[in-house]
Structures are given as structure tokens and as C-alpha cells.
């Protein structure tokens, strides 16, 4: 039996029980003025402590009926049991919209997965070269940035022979280097196969890149350009037969269209993951005669904007002849890249923000008109397009208004070709080449553009077709509703409901914007000068640390030849 007095109320619980399964006595005390003021407890032998155990932890919260007088005993049995997780709608929608910012281009989750757990696990595994592994061979070519040789490996027990490639780079080396590793872990057939790259110091010639790539082909769409025989060139190397098909213009479109879906394809594997490339053109477009694709090369002017790596507001890498009118992949307002980890995270607002992407997507457009006329083809009518297209402001409409009258027979075999099926190859170029980035199409949506319905000359895998397939069934067509609302405007002097008259149309039309200042005007602009003042503070502290910061982190596990 165990007693507690609280207020002036005597307390009485049986030991031999639990507390919730026993009566509470309560007896009041006729003698409160001789108590003292403190808490007075009254306890025989050591069951006060289990007493305050039951009183306070047993119940959970508030005292139970039997204190309060409420008529009802509460027994252990009859409180209610936990079910875990709650799941509510807010719940819900919240784990979602985290998961989907988490998984969005250019990827969070997986960007953190493959910086802190493949990139270690694959620096374990991977096959490592030296410079006396290499025996060089014939030069391939040379450009501003380094020479490219086909090489092959001295005897090494874990070289499985055959020819390679090798680059030796001078500037952007180690640029090219994160590159390749990040291509060759995320999306492998967007890329020459990349093998190994280290820094390799030589007393004569200075500090070098070597990079190792598997000889896939030496024939880039420059050189298959080139030839007269184009496209039918290219449709043995694809197919490995010619089909017994007439000449003309049908079957020249179906290998085009094979060609561009293979770029598309490589361009949104390396969207997806974050790599914008900078200089997409015909001599960066290898054909690999193993899988009979053609590949993306030469990753020295990449941007990785998953981590900021190669990337500086306001510097730009690109060959004018390909570039997007904008140069620029992101505003220069952005500020440098914070450490991994913060760029990481902001990375899906930041793209959102800017679209970068799009920057490729109209050299691809380039590519895709030069197939579609062979007098494009050339350095100097390329130059003179651009030329044109400017003074057109970059409407592609507009050029083709300006040069169909008087174009020469090659010119107008061109516009045919792209006219072919309701023209649907004239609305993919048209929405690919525009002036505006953000009303260019994607690489991924235009994939899903009805000018690759028909497979072509070359069927997809089954992957490729399921994600095809799920993302054409998720877009939406606001097509007519936009008709309708222009219907809906341009009625004048109908009956039907909704239409504005021509008077209300004339109305429209001859609104002025009103000039004459307000206070709420006054304190908005003063909030936008505020807020530029702001983000210009922020970036200049932040360009400052990285001018401070002149090691790159990420060229640290680069392997170095000694």
C-alpha cells in the first residue's frame, strides 16, 4: 500500500498492481494548515518509486478518471495502440514534391550518388595506363587545344589489345578528363568509350593530358557530309546493307531522320545528366563502327552545371559557326559555383531558371539543315546563312520567305524534303532553330516529335522505346485550346457568346500604359533596386572566394604520371 499527498489529496495505490488497473482512493486532509508547504510523501518500504513510475509514465498524458472524477476507470488495455506512420494528403504531397526535385534534371540524388559512391567504387576497379603502356601511331589530327593519335598497348597481362585513341591535351585537359569519367558512368553510348586519362609531366614539352579512348571509327559526319553520295553513305554503315529502295527523296529522309534521332538520343543522355557541350558540330560527331551509332566527341568545351565544373558567367566556349545567337549557355548574372555539395542541390532551379540545354539543341538544328541542303554544307554558305538568318532576326519563317522565290533547284530539293509528310520535318527544324532559348524544343520532347513516328531505318531498343513512349503519353497538347482562345478573340460582330466586338477589339488596341507614377510603382521599383543590389553584393562575394580558391578540387584525383 503506498500514500501520496498533493494539495491537500491522499493518494492510495495497491502494490501488488499495476497502476492503471487499480481504484484511486481520495481522501481529503482535515488538517491542511499544519502541512507544510512542500510536497509531503508518505511511502512504506520501496514502492514509491514504481508508485511515480505508474503515476507519471504508465498514464501518458494527464492525470486519469478517477482523479479527475469523471465516472469512467481507464484500463491499459482499452487506450488506444499506435499505427506507426501516419499518412496524410499534405504528407503526401510533400514526400512527392521532394522526390521529384530530388530526380530532376539535372538530378540531385543521383548526382550525390555518383560523385560520393560509383566515382569511389570505380577508381578502385577500373584498369590504370602509364606513358610506357603507350606505343604511339599514326597522328589522326590536330587542333588548337591538342593532337589525337591512333595508338595501341605495349604487352600488359591486363590488356585486352586492340587499337586506341589518344589525346594529348594541353589546356582543358583535366576538364575533358571529368568529363569523360561522368559520360562513361551516367550515359556510356552518348560517348566515345573513354578508357583512363592522367597528367603526365615532361621536361621538354611541359605538363600533358593523356586521354585514352577505344578506336571506334575515324569518320565523323564532316567527313560523311562531304561526300556527294551523302546520305546514302552513311545508310551501309548503319545498316550494314543498302536497301532495295529507289533514289529519292523518301529514302534520303528516312536516313536523315535515323541520323538525327541518334544525336538526339547522345544529346539527352548528356542533358540528363547535367553536361551541356558547347560546341555540337559535324567534326565533333563520330561514327562508331561497332554499334553502328554516331557519337558525341570532344568534351574540352563542356559545362558540368550538376557542380559548376567549367563553368564561368560571363566566359564562353563555341565555334561561331554553330553557335546559338545568346553565346552564353546561362544568364551572366549567375554567379560563379559554390562548393559541390550547395551546387549540387541548386542545380534543378538553376536549370530550370536558364534552360541551358537549349544552347545545343540549336547547333543540332544547324546539323539538321545542312543535311536537309547540301549547299549549306560549306564553311563560307554557312557563315552567309548565319549571315541571312540574322538580318531575318533569326525567323526561320521569314528566311524561307526571303530565299524560296529565287532559290536555285538544289535549294528548293531541300524545302521538299522537309515538307514531306505535312511538313512535319520543317516544324521540328523551325523548333529547334529559333532566336529565344526557352522556345526552343528539347532534346527529350523533340524525341517525341511526330517526325520520328515512323522508326526510320534503324529500330530503337526496348528501353529506348518504353521511355519514348511514356513521354509522348504525358504530354499534353494545348493546341486547341490556344485556337480556341484566338477564335474567341478574333470574333467580331457575331452572336455567339464571348465574342468581343470590333469597337472592344479597337479598345484593346488603343490602350496606353499609364505613365504617371504611383507610390505603389515608387516602392516596387524601390524593392527591385534593392533586390539587385543584393544578388550584385552576392556575387561579387562569391566570385571573389572562388578568385581566392585558384586549386581545382576536382583535378586533384586526376592520376599523375611521374
Given at each position: 500500500?503506498?500514500?501520496?499527498?498533493?494539495?491537500?489529496?491522499?493518494?492510495?495505490?495497491?502494490?501488488?498492481?499495476?497502476?492503471?488497473?487499480?481504484?484511486?482512493?481520495?481522501?481529503?486532509?482535515?488538517?491542511?494548515?499544519?502541512?507544510?508547504?512542500?510536497?509531503?510523501?508518505?511511502?512504506?518500504?520501496?514502492?514509491?518509486?514504481?508508485?511515480?513510475?505508474?503515476?507519471?509514465?504508465?498514464?501518458?498524458?494527464?492525470?486519469?478518471?478517477?482523479?479527475?472524477?469523471?465516472?469512467?476507470?481507464?484500463?491499459r488495455s482499452t487506450l488506444p495502440k499506435s499505427n506507426g506512420i501516419t499518412v496524410t494528403v499534405p504528407g503526401v504531397i510533400l514526400a512527392l514534391g521532394t522526390l521529384s526535385y530530388l530526380w530532376a534534371t539535372p538530378g540531385v540524388a543521383?548526382?550525390?550518388?555518383?560523385?560520393?559512391?560509383?566515382?569511389?567504387?570505380?577508381?578502385?576497379?577500373?584498369?590504370?595506363?602509364?606513358?610506357?603502356?603507350?606505343?604511339?601511331?599514326?597522328?589522326?589530327?590536330?587542333?588548337?587545344?591538342?593532337?589525337?593519335?591512333?595508338?595501341?598497348?605495349?604487352?600488359?597481362?591486363?590488356?585486352?589489345?586492340?587499337?586506341?585513341?589518344?589525346?594529348?591535351?594541353?589546356?582543358?585537359?583535366?576538364?575533358?578528363?571529368?568529363?569523360?569519367?561522368?559520360?562513361?558512368?551516367?550515359?556510356?553510348?552518348?560517348?566515345?568509350?573513354?578508357?583512363?586519362?592522367?597528367?603526365?609531366?615532361?621536361?621538354?614539352?611541359?605538363?600533358?593530358?593523356?586521354?585514352?579512348?577505344?578506336?571506334?571509327?575515324?569518320?565523323?559526319?564532316?567527313?560523311?557530309?562531304?561526300?556527294?553520295?551523302?546520305?546514302?553513305?552513311?545508310?551501309?554503315?548503319?545498316?550494314?546493307?543498302?536497301?532495295?529502295?529507289?533514289?529519292?527523296?523518301?529514302?534520303?529522309?528516312?536516313?536523315?531522320?535515323?541520323?538525327?534521332?541518334?544525336?538526339?538520343?547522345?544529346?539527352?543522355?548528356?542533358?540528363?545528366?547535367?553536361?551541356?557541350?558547347?560546341?555540337?558540330?559535324?567534326?565533333?560527331?563520330?561514327?562508331?563502327?561497332?554499334?553502328?551509332?554516331?557519337?558525341?566527341?570532344?568534351?574540352?568545351?563542356?559545362?558540368?552545371?550538376?557542380?559548376?565544373?567549367?563553368?564561368?558567367?560571363?566566359?564562353?566556349?563555341?565555334?561561331?559557326?554553330?553557335?546559338?545567337?545568346?553565346?552564353?549557355?546561362?544568364?551572366?548574372?549567375?554567379?560563379?559555383?559554390?562548393?559541390?555539395?550547395?551546387?549540387?542541390?541548386?542545380?534543378?532551379?538553376?536549370?530550370?531558371?536558364?534552360?541551358?540545354?537549349?544552347?545545343?539543341?540549336?547547333?543540332?538544328?544547324?546539323?539538321?539543315?545542312?543535311?536537309?541542303?547540301?549547299?549549306?554544307?560549306?564553311?563560307?554558305?554557312?557563315?552567309?546563312?548565319?549571315?541571312?538568318?540574322?538580318?531575318?532576326?533569326?525567323?526561320?519563317?521569314?528566311?524561307?520567305?526571303?530565299?524560296?522565290?529565287?532559290?536555285?533547284?538544289?535549294?528548293?530539293?531541300?524545302?521538299?524534303?522537309?515538307?514531306?509528310?505535312?511538313?512535319?520535318?520543317?516544324?521540328?527544324?523551325?523548333?529547334?532553330?529559333?532566336?529565344?532559348?526557352?522556345?526552343?524544343?528539347?532534346?527529350?520532347?523533340?524525341?517525341?516529335?511526330?517526325?520520328?513516328?515512323?522508326?526510320?531505318?534503324?529500330?530503337l531498343s526496348f528501353i529506348q522505346n518504353l521511355k519514348l513512349q511514356f513521354f509522348r503519353a504525358t504530354q499534353q497538347d494545348y493546341s486547341e485550346a490556344a485556337n480556341w482562345i484566338v477564335q474567341l478573340m478574333a470574333k467580331s460582330g457575331?452572336?455567339?457568346?464571348?465574342?468581343?466586338?470590333?469597337?472592344?477589339?479597337?479598345?484593346?488596341?488603343?490602350?496606353?500604359?499609364?505613365?504617371?507614377?504611383?507610390?505603389?510603382?515608387?516602392?516596387?521599383?524601390?524593392?527591385?533596386?534593392?533586390?539587385?543590389?543584393?544578388?550584385?553584393?552576392?556575387?561579387?562575394?562569391?566570385?571573389?572566394?572562388?578568385?581566392?580558391?585558384?586549386?581545382?578540387?576536382?583535378?586533384?584525383?586526376?592520376?599523375?604520371?611521374?
Open positions: 500500500m503506498a500514500s501520496v499527498a498533493i494539495g491537500g489529496v491522499v493518494l492510495h495505490s495497491h502494490s501488488h498492481s499495476s497502476f492503471l488497473g487499480n481504484k484511486l482512493k481520495l481522501k481529503p486532509l482535515s488538517l491542511l494548515k499544519k502541512l507544510p508547504r512542500k510536497l509531503i510523501i508518505y511511502a512504506h518500504g520501496g514502492e514509491m518509486f514504481g508508485f511515480a513510475h505508474d503515476l507519471f509514465v504508465g498514464v501518458g498524458v494527464g492525470l486519469p478518471c478517477t482523479v479527475m472524477e469523471c465516472g469512467d476507470i481507464i484500463y543521383p548526382g550525390f550518388f555518383d560523385m560520393f559512391v560509383l566515382a569511389f567504387v570505380e577508381r578502385l576497379f577500373r584498369p590504370t595506363y602509364k606513358k610506357d603502356d603507350i606505343v604511339l601511331g599514326k597522328k589522326l589530327g590536330e587542333g588548337s587545344f591538342g593532337a589525337v593519335y591512333r595508338v595501341s598497348l605495349a604487352k600488359k597481362p591486363s590488356s585486352k589489345g586492340g587499337d586506341f585513341v589518344l589525346k594529348k591535351a594541353t589546356e582543358y585537359g583535366a576538364v575533358e578528363i571529368w568529363m569523360n569519367e561522368r559520360v562513361r558512368r551516367a550515359c556510356a553510348n552518348s560517348c566515345a568509350d573513354f578508357l583512363y586519362g592522367f597528367l603526365e609531366n615532361s621536361s621538354k614539352k611541359g605538363a600533358e593530358y593523356w586521354l585514352l579512348w577505344r578506336f571506334e571509327g575515324e569518320a565523323t559526319l564532316t567527313d560523311l557530309m562531304q561526300s556527294r553520295e551523302f546520305p546514302y553513305n552513311v545508310e551501309a554503315l548503319i545498316l550494314g546493307e543498302v536497301q532495295d529502295l529507289p533514289k529519292g527523296l523518301d529514302r534520303e529522309n528516312r536516313i536523315i531522320q535515323t541520323i538525327m534521332r541518334q544525336l538526339l538520343f547522345a544529346l539527352d543522355g548528356l542533358h540528363s545528366t547535367g553536361i551541356v557541350h558547347r560546341d555540337i558540330k559535324p567534326q565533333n560527331i563520330i561514327f562508331s563502327e561497332g554499334s553502328r551509332t554516331f557519337k558525341i566527341i570532344d568534351l574540352g568545351a563542356a559545362a558540368d552545371l550538376r557542380v559548376g565544373i567549367n563553368y564561368i558567367p560571363k566566359e564562353f566556349l563555341l565555334d561561331p559557326r554553330y553557335a546559338a545567337p545568346e553565346q552564353y549557355i546561362m544568364s551572366t548574372q549567375t554567379p560563379s559555383a559554390p562548393s559541390a555539395p550547395v551546387a549540387t542541390a541548386l542545380s534543378p532551379v538553376l536549370w530550370q531558371l536558364n534552360l541551358p540545354d537549349r544552347f545545343d539543341i540549336y547547333s543540332v538544328g544547324l546539323i539538321f539543315l545542312q543535311m536537309a541542303f547540301p549547299g549549306l554544307r560549306s564553311d563560307s554558305s554557312l557563315i552567309q546563312f548565319n549571315r541571312q538568318l540574322k538580318r531575318c532576326d533569326y525567323d526561320l519563317v521569314s528566311w524561307r520567305q526571303t530565299v524560296e522565290p529565287r532559290a536555285s533547284p538544289e535549294l528548293r530539293k531541300g524545302f521538299e524534303l522537309l515538307d514531306l509528310d505535312g511538313g512535319i520535318g520543317w516544324e521540328l527544324l523551325a523548333s529547334m532553330v529559333r532566336f529565344k532559348a526557352r522556345q526552343r524544343i528539347s532534346a527529350k520532347t523533340a524525341l517525341a516529335h511526330p517526325y520520328f513516328d515512323r522508326e526510320g531505318l534503324l529500330a457575331t452572336e455567339q457568346d464571348g465574342g468581343f466586338t470590333e469597337a472592344q477589339l479597337q479598345d484593346l488596341r488603343d490602350i496606353e500604359p499609364k505613365n504617371k507614377s504611383s507610390t505603389q510603382r515608387n516602392a516596387l521599383a524601390s524593392a527591385l533596386r534593392l533586390q539587385r543590389k543584393i544578388l550584385r553584393t552576392l556575387n561579387e562575394s562569391i566570385d571573389e572566394l572562388s578568385r581566392q580558391k585558384k586549386s581545382l578540387w576536382w583535378s586533384r584525383w586526376i592520376p599523375r604520371e611521374e
